[in-house]
């Protein structure tokens, strides 16, 4: 079995990769999947209860899910999608 990073550590990376807008929500999603979890993508959308389908696109940027669709995987990690300020650049 892959051993699994930091949990602090892997939080920290994603918060700063969201923060420079280096990641997208797709990707948040598979790495918190994979540097979290370790769990395939068939065990991980069986915890969440969505169909693996649905977790594909997901990761992949495709498809139009629900808010509810999104927190019920981000609620795997403690989190949930919300509103934010546009910081101006």
């Known amino acids: 079995m892959k051993k699994l990073e930091n949990r602090a550590d892997v939080f920290a990376d994603i918060y ?17 999947r994979t540097r979290i979890t370790g769990l395939t993508q068939a065990d991980f959308a069986r915890m969440c209860k969505i169909s693996l389908r649905t977790l594909r696109q997901l990761e992949q940027d495709n498809g139009n899910p629900t808010l509810e669709t999104v927190n019920s995987v981000l609620r795997a990690f403690g989190m949930q999608l919300g509103v934010v300020p546009l910081r101006r650049r």
Do not use: M, V
């Not at 990769?17 to 990707?27: A, F, N, T, V």
């Open 16 to 32: 700063r990769q969201l923060d420079e807008r280096s990641i997208s929500l797709g990707e948040t999603i598979h790495q918190l």
